[in-house]
């Protein structure tokens, strides 16, 4: 129902930033709380950032904070993750997500949420 397209992860040094795209199909996707996860190989899934419907409220996990920004452009239907200063630990694959309950709060859990994108690789060099 709900399709995630995601771009912008590649190879940065470590200092480095980019900024990683979110685009989401459907109308009802400015009621959708959002979130960013990621995993690196051999590790589970872990919580990077989430944004309410409204993008009035964001949080982030206690090792991206100060260093990660989450953002929305509901009239784009399009979710950002700015990622600044990247450390080698950052390496993995970033994955896009929607909380298919209207206007639900966002969450850190992964199973709060109904549709995912594809992944993209983000490789940080030391």
């Known amino acids: 129902q709900v399709q995630l397209v995601e771009s912008g992860g590649g190879l940065v040094q470590a200092g480095g930033s980019l900024r990683l795209s979110c685009a989401a199909s459907g109308r009802s996707f400015s009621n959708y709380a959002m979130g960013w996860f990621r995993q690196a190989p051999g590790k589970e899934r872990e919580f990077v950032a989430a944004?309410?419907?409204?993008?009035?409220?964001?949080y982030y996990a206690d090792s991206v904070k100060g260093r990660f920004t989450i953002s929305r452009d509901n009239a784009k239907n399009t979710v950002y993750l700015q990622m600044n200063s990247l450390k080698p630990e950052d390496t993995a694959v970033y994955y896009c997500?929607?909380?298919?309950?209207?206007?639900?709060?966002?969450?850190?859990?992964?199973?709060?949420?109904?549709?995912w994108g594809q992944g993209t690789q983000v490789t940080v060099s030391s």
């Open positions: 944004i309410s419907w409204s993008g009035g409220n964001t």
């Open positions: 997500a929607a909380n298919g309950r209207l206007r639900g709060w966002p969450s850190r859990t992964g199973s709060m949420y109904d549709y």
